[in-house]
């Protein structure tokens, strides 16, 4: 069965743009969770995604957001970004996102802002 | 508060000299607690996970076990390829779809 994917690897961008990530779940999953990662916070949960709704958020602006497909793919948006945004974006996907579901990684998407 | 603490932060273990990494957590009902390796600039690699204390899963040179306050990572008899960032997450009851709460990691460093 093939993995989480995420496009593209990598991404560098300025100050002020906006970018979209793109994530595919694991065929079949249809929980997909969103996870910013920087040396100093560690991983961090922006948002889950289930049929397409938003069932959970974390503590992040509101120029994080995100948005799932009806096939359970998913992509997350930055706007303005900022220097602090710098950082590995992961995405995970898990069968209902609930009950102690495994979620499952993909390889992430690094994302620096100049 | 919702809360994982892993400890040490860092390990260095020369090759065969078995140790364990300590995760401690503070959740309000546990739904799952689970054991990643993450190497450097890419994704965590799914190891174990657990969901009620007294449970045990191994695989090859790992061993992790639950209790209700913490869990361990053994590791009998590593090879400089253990070397890599283990981290330690819980998911909570109540609204926590998706959402896992991590520790900061614990770098294992093992030397030939």
């Known amino acids: 069965k093939a993995g989480v994917t995420q496009t593209p690897r990598y991404l560098i961008k300025t100050r002020g743009q906006q970018v979209t990530l793109s994530c595919s779940p694991i065929?079949?999953?249809?929980?997909v969770s969103w996870y910013q990662q920087t040396p100093g916070q560690g991983l961090q949960f922006l948002f889950e995604?289930?049929?397409?709704?938003?069932?959970n958020k974390g503590n992040f602006p509101g120029r994080f957001s995100g948005r799932q497909f009806s096939n359970s793919r998913s992509e997350m948006n930055v706007s303005t970004l900022e220097l602090g945004d710098s950082a590995l974006y992961l995405c995970a996907s898990s069968l209902q996102g609930a009950n102690g579901d495994t979620q499952y990684f993909g390889p992430g998407t690094r994302l620096t802002v100049l | 508060e919702d809360q994982v603490t892993q400890s040490p932060e860092a390990l260095r273990l020369q090759e065969g000299e078995s140790s364990s990494l300590n995760c401690s957590y503070t959740v309000s009902g546990l739904r799952g607690l689970f054991w990643y390796r993450q190497d450097p600039g890419k994704g965590p690699e799914f190891l174990f996970t657990l969901y009620s204390a007294g449970e045990e899963k191994e695989k090859e040179r790992l061993k992790a076990t639950l209790t209700k306050k913490e869990s361990f990572l053994h590791i009998t008899a590593p090879k400089p390829e253990d070397s890599a960032t283990y981290l330690c997450?819980?998911?909570?009851?109540?609204?926590?779809?998706?959402?896992?709460?991590f520790g900061k990691g614990t770098k294992l460093s093992v030397k030939p």
């Open positions: 997450a819980v998911q909570a009851g109540g609204g926590s779809q998706g959402n896992l709460i």
């Open positions: 995604y289930f049929s397409e709704t938003q069932r």
């Open positions: 065929s079949g999953h249809r929980s």
